[in-house]
């Protein structure tokens, strides 16, 4: 028995099947079993390589391609081996049953790195690439060797790999496509969000614009028609030296409840009026009908009755409560008529 024949490192015709120097870049997988070994320049016997070639030939016209396998592997380590002696080798290993196209790829790189122009090693090359899935490499190969030398067989098999990479590339556009209309769709997102709480911030500015504009900005207030310089105002003739329009709005917004009453529009009207009438607040106890319908007024009122009680203490030297007869004032008419209302028969309305 040959030496090395027991040994499970060593191939039973010769030569490592594990060796680094038999074992090219491309490993094998664990469905394929070890690539054969490849030459390793040990060895250059010409003539042995030749007699193992003939055999391996003979051995594949007769369908043993285990056998043939095993010649041309020991007509490749002998002498340094031919492009064709590498693709013969890598023919038989895509046709055994289970084939081994990644250890028969493997041998046609060594045959295309010696000879690139090899259109059998390419041919093989393709087909093999086929088997594995890479349709891609598997169409240039193929479209290589028919450029060098066509082949019938290779041009079915191009066929066949051009439309599968054709569906790839269909695939691939879909999911480029699938993806860039979901960019657009964040993107439109992001924009409309944006817009969104750019509307949003503008509202709360109006809002807090429109709030400012209630104390501070309102008809009548701060130098607005019928407030401030307005005739009387100053020392207004029967109101007891009533401070000026300043001086009163102070003392009204330093009053919680009258404070709340003058964001209230329809009070904002009422006093606007009031103020701008002729005779300003004196002239509303000459009008007991007036005054009546403010009074009893459910928001009006009880902040008329409020700011009554809050100026009284400067009309004319009245009481801060005005009892009925407004603190004693005559009342309306010259026969001492009671057509103006008793304070005390004006209902007392809760501000709250």
């Known amino acids: 028995m040959a030496a090395g024949a027991n040994d499970p490192m060593m191939a039973p015709f010769g030569g490592s099947w594990n060796t680094e120097a038999s074992v090219s870049a491309t490993e094998p997988k664990e469905d394929e079993p070890a690539f054969p070994p490849i030459y390793d320049g040990s060895a250059d016997d010409p003539d042995k390589a030749m007699q193992y070639k003939m055999e391996a030939t003979e051995m594949k016209e007769c369908g043993n391609l285990e056998a043939a396998i095993e010649k041309y592997t020991l007509a490749i380590t002998s002498a340094l081996p ?90 691939k556009v879909k999911k480029r496509l699938e993806e860039q209309e979901k960019l657009r769709k964040r993107a439109a997102d992001i924009k409309k969000a944006q817009e969104d709480a750019k509307k949003e911030a503008e509202a709360e500015r109006a809002k807090a614009a429109a709030d400012a504009g209630g104390m501070g900005g309102m008809p009548g207030m701060g130098g607005m028609p019928g407030m401030g310089g307005m005739p009387g105002m100053g020392g207004m003739p029967g109101m007891g030296g009533m401070p000026g329009m300043g001086g009163l709005m102070s003392s009204l917004m330093s009053d919680p409840e009258l404070a709340a009453g003058m964001s209230n529009p329809k009070i904002m009207g009422a006093f606007s009026k009031l103020m701008s009438a002729p005779g300003g607040p004196a002239g509303l106890l000459s009008n007991p009908a007036k005054l009546q319908e403010l009074m009893t007024d459910p928001e009006v009122g009880p902040f008329m009755q409020k700011l009554m009680g809050k100026l009284g203490g400067g009309m004319g030297g009245m009481p801060g409560g005005m009892p009925g007869g407004m603190g004693g004032m005559p009342s309306a008419g010259a026969g001492g008529s009671d057509d103006m209302p008793d304070m005390d028969d004006i209902p007392d309305l809760d501000m709250n």
């Open 82 to 171: 031919s492009a064709l002696l590498y693709a013969n080798r890598a023919d038989c290993m895509l046709k055994i049953k289970p084939s081994r196209p990644k250890a028969a790829i493997r041998d046609c790189d060594e045959a295309i790195s010696i000879n690139p122009d090899s259109a059998k090693a390419l041919r093989i090359r393709g087909r093999a690439k086929k088997i594995t899935g890479d349709y891609e490499g598997a169409r240039k190969d193929l479209g290589a060797s028919q450029s060098i030398d066509f082949d019938g067989g290779a041009a079915s098999d191009l066929k066949f790999v051009m439309e599968k990479v054709a569906e790839i590339e269909a695939e």
